[in-house]
């Protein structure tokens, strides 16, 4: 007998109808006289009772999710036992005889952390532009791979999209590689085949161990990330959008920059860092009125809604000190903008001008991190659901 199956071997057989019953052993005994006979030709289709059947057949057996309802919870944080504050020491020092609720603190990170584990219908990109350089954005950039990567459980990058020679590569773990995007874009053509493996793919970014996210660097010679324009931007990001789940990209200072307009082409959520300085607040608000300018131009409202859903993340650090009365006004400024304002505290392993390394970085900074991711993952899921609907009115037309 032979091991090569044809399928020729296999009778075909019609899916079992929930509303008929079960050939007998007589009926499967008359098939052999059944194939032997001609088969019936029938001009006018169906019967109407045979088509019925059909129907209700392809049709789902149970519809309506009132059953469900009844054990449906979203969340279950405010049920979880408390493991930080007074109420986890009181919980534990009693034996768990007293059980005091979880605290607000507590079930505020909860929450956000639920945020943060959110699953999209396709690769999400996130975006950190800001055109005044020394602001944050790579440690902002890291800052959110590193939520990201730790909370998620999905594959994240961090790009360093920098038109010029961008600092992600040396403020992250090279762990002994020396690739940059410059040396992937040589080797393109054999991630763009479905042949291609993330293994490989791998080999040509940085990974940040437990802060579990990659990087991306930019190469370190300026002249060669200028040739990087709008169409090498967009085969790498389509090669990186097969490997990874969630892509933040750290970009450079230059926003009419051709790799710059091709990121803000497929970005998903912008992210602004802000340091209360007039400069600073200035620069954020030009590039504002920059990509304000342009959804009306091109009659494509894309740009103006990522500004007015934009995160803006107000950085700590040095420069000239402003008064309370000027740092409530710049933030007046950018909260009539945009949809969120997050302060990060200071924090020295994010100011040393070396390597931000996530293990290293305090509560406090860390916490707020949270914040920010999950303010992010709100506007992501807010631009996934749009998609969706739109994505049905078009089937439905």
Known sequence: MSTNWSGAERKSRAPISL????????????????????????????????????????????SGRRSASVLQKDNMNDELPPA????????????????????????????????????????????????????GKTMCSVGIGST???????????????????????????????RTVWDL??????????????????????????????VLASDEDPDRMKSIGADEFNRIHTVVSRFYDTI?????????SENWLASIDVTDQLVIPVRLQRNAVVSALRMIE?????????????YK?????????????????????????????LESTVRSIIDIPYDAALDNGSIIDWQLVGDPARRAFERVTAEIAAGLLEVDNRNAHASIN???R
């Not at 304000?292 to 409202?301: H, I």
Request: hydrophobic share 40%; no cysteine; proline share 5%.
């Open 248 to 256: 933040v990209l750290d970009t450079g200072n230059n926003t009419r």
């Open 148 to 178: 990201f990567g730790i909370h998620s459980g999905q594959h994240a990058i961090v790009w360093d999209n920098n038109e010029m020679m961008g600092t992600l590569g040396v403020r992250t773990n090279a762990n002994g590689s020396t």
């Open 305 to 333: 809604n990522l500004v007015a859903n934009a995160v803006v993340v107000i950085t700590q650090g040095g420069g000239a000190k402003v008064s309370a009365t000027d740092q409530a006004s710049l933030r007046a400024q």
């Open 19 to 62: 509303l008929n019953p079960e050939p007998s052993v007589e009926d499967n005994a008359a098939e052999p006289a059944k194939e032997t006979a001609a088969p019936a030709v029938s001009v006018a289709g169906p019967a109407p009772a045979q088509q019925a059947a059909v129907e209700a057949q392809a049709a789902p057996l149970v």
């Open 394 to 396: 078009t089937t439905n």
């Open 290 to 302: 920059q990509l304000e300018s342009m959804s009306e131009r091109q009659g494509n409202p894309h």
């Open 84 to 135: 930080t504050g007074w109420q986890a020491f009181l919980r534990t020092v009693t034996f768990g005889l007293i059980k005091p609720k979880v605290g607000a603190a507590e079930l505020a990170r909860r929450t956000d952390l639920s945020a943060i584990q959110r699953v999209y219908s396709r690769p999400m990109r996130i975006m950190v532009a800001q055109p005044l350089g020394g602001v």
């Open 185 to 214: 874009l040589n080797v393109l053509e054999k991630f763009e085949t479905i042949e291609a493996r993330k293994g490989d793919f791998s080999y040509y970014t940085r990974h940040q161990g437990k802060n579990q996210f990659s």
